[in-house]
């Protein structure tokens, strides 16, 4: 069993700061690319950023403001999040490319952490 959980989501001001963190267990082998994905009320799931090795990938609208990075040794990713905006709010997900003890290769979701930007 993989399980991923996220943490440090809650009310933010805008301009404000917030750290996510997504801790993977479990069953794991390797971690092959780690993630954030959002999504706000009525809206799709959309990619917020990857990190696959040291290469990272940012969605257009977070670019500047949001770093992602990960700690292997304690099997977990981060996303952190500066100059947050009210359009920002959305429930984050992490989610993980894993390769189990079993050598079977599929992705993770976390549970879901609420950020929520507003005065």
């Known amino acids: 069993q993989v399980q991923l959980v996220e943490s440090g989501g809650g009310l933010v001001q805008p301009g404000g700061s917030l750290r996510l963190s997504c801790a993977a267990s479990?069953?794991?082998?390797?971690?092959?690319?780690m993630g954030w994905y959002r999504q706000a009320p009525g809206k799709e799931r959309e990619l917020v950023a990857t990190?696959?090795?040291?290469?990272?990938n940012y969605a257009d609208s977070v670019k500047g403001r949001f770093t992602i990075s990960r700690d292997d040794a304690k099997l977990t990713a981060y996303l952190q999040m500066s100059s947050l905006k009210p359009e920002d709010t959305a429930v984050y997900y992490c989610?993980?490319?894993?390769?189990?003890?079993?050598?079977?290769?599929?992705?993770?979701w976390g549970q879901g952490t609420q950020v929520t930007v507003s005065s």
């Open positions: 990190i696959t090795g040291d290469h990272t």
């Open positions: 989610n993980a490319e894993i390769r189990t003890w079993s050598q079977i290769v599929r992705d993770y």
């Open positions: 479990g069953s794991i082998g390797t971690i092959n690319r």
